[in-house]
């Protein structure tokens, strides 16, 4: 059984420029997760989804950030435009439901240069 | 607020045990985690325990938790090559195999393994 997918796994753009990030999640996995990881630290979640619906999305930054999961499965995250800050890992996660154990991609490196 | 604290490395040698230790300062933690990253990689849930528990063993990982002192420890034994990874400890409210709702995690301990 495939894991989570995430594409593309590396991505070097320049500032101000929009950029994008897919994720597909475990079959029948109902819960994605996007997640934050700056160098050096912890994962931060930025947002959750329960099938389409986005239930915490506290986190995510809205000025320039975004994020979709319109027919409840695959997932893209947008930040428009990007700044040198948001060079970091962009993980994203899947579980059967937000009280199980959630699956991890491998992530998306960002560069922003 | 929250905040989890780790040391940032480890050296072991290969054979004998490692112990990743983190201190948590919310009283009100549920449950403790602890997550595997490799390099390149995603996070791996490898264990967790109840607050209610002083300690829990799994193979060769014993988790150990100090709830008056807020300390939560793991040990892996007779370390492998394979056990190289960043370990990161994380702190709930409430149950969230998904690491998301109330999840903190700490900033990761890096585990160097010497031959």
């Known amino acids: 059984e495939a894991g989570v997918v995430q594409s593309p796994r590396y991505k070097i753009i320049e500032k101000k420029q929009p950029v994008a990030f897919w994720c597909n999640p475990i079959?029948?996995?109902?819960?994605l997760y996007w997640y934050l990881q700056n160098l050096g630290q912890g994962p931060e979640l930025l947002i959750r989804?329960?099938?389409?619906?986005?239930?915490?999305d506290s986190q995510l930054p809205k000025d320039r950030f975004s994020a979709e999961r319109l027919k409840g499965v695959d997932s893209t995250l947008k930040i428009q435009p990007a700044e040198l800050g948001d060079s970091a890992v962009y993980l994203c996660?899947?579980?059967?439901?937000?009280?199980?154990?959630?699956?991890f991609g491998q992530g998306t490196r960002l560069t922003v240069v | 607020g929250e905040d989890v604290e780790q040391s940032l490395f480890l050296s072991v040698r290969e054979g004998d045990s490692s112990v990743i230790n983190c201190t948590y300062t919310?009283?009100?933690?549920?449950?403790l985690y602890w997550y595997k990253q490799e390099p390149g990689a995603g996070l791996q849930l490898l264990t967790y325990?109840?607050?209610?528990?002083d300690m829990k063993q799994d193979q060769r990982l014993t988790v150990l938790l100090n709830k008056k002192d807020k300390h939560l420890s793991l040990r892996i034994a007779d370390t492998q090559t394979g056990d190289s990874a960043i370990y990161f400890c994380?702190?709930?409210?409430?149950?969230?195999?998904?690491?998301?709702?109330?999840?903190?995690f700490g900033k990761g301990t890096h585990l160097i393994i010497q031959p």
């Open positions: 079959s029948g996995h109902n819960t």
């Open positions: 919310d009283s009100s933690s549920t449950y």
């Open positions: 996660a899947s579980s059967l439901d937000g009280e199980t154990e959630a699956f």
């Open positions: 989804y329960e099938n389409e619906e986005a239930v915490d």
């Open positions: 994380a702190e709930s409210l409430s149950y969230s195999g998904g690491g998301a709702d109330g999840l903190t």
């Open positions: 325990i109840f607050s209610n528990m």
